[in-house]
């Protein structure tokens, strides 16, 4: 399973560092990505790391200010975002793809400007970024 946590009441041009934390499968088997779901809206893949790191994928919308880590030895991985803006309000969901699927997930991601969430393994609880003054 995955558990998010980390999220919280911040004001715009804050930070946070989300945290995604795995258990029950082999970390190593998977890639890791983060997907926010804003009110009203329809679930928008933002970033995805690969297991060895050698690729990363950033949605338009927070490239630059978004970074995305991952620490195997924790099976754990990071999101950690900075200027933050009243329209990164949303709750932030991690989730899992095997590792098979990485590099045509980020290679479609980057075609079509969009992460495409199909495929997806394991999905966590979410954690809710509020982003206000």
């Not at 890791?32 to 009203?40: E, L």
Request: charged share 20%; glycine share 12%; with cysteine.
């Amino acid at each position: 399973q995955l558990q998010a946590s980390g999220g919280g009441l911040v004001q715009p041009g804050g930070s946070l560092r989300l945290s995604c934390a795995a258990s029950g499968f082999t970390f190593d088997d998977y890639g890791i990505g983060w997907v926010r779901q804003a009110p009203g809206r329809e679930r928008e893949g933002i970033s995805f790391r690969s297991v060895s790191g050698d690729r990363e994928y950033y949605a338009d919308s927070v490239k630059g200010r978004f970074t995305i880590s991952r620490d195997n030895s924790k099976n754990t991985v990071y999101l950690q975002m900075n200027g933050l803006r009243v329209e990164d309000t949303a709750i932030y969901f991690c989730a899992a793809w095997k590792r098979h699927l990485e590099h045509p997930l980020i290679t479609l991601a980057q075609s079509m400007g969009a992460m495409p969430l199909n495929g997806v393994a394991y999905w966590g609880k979410g954690t809710l970024v509020t982003v206000s003054s």
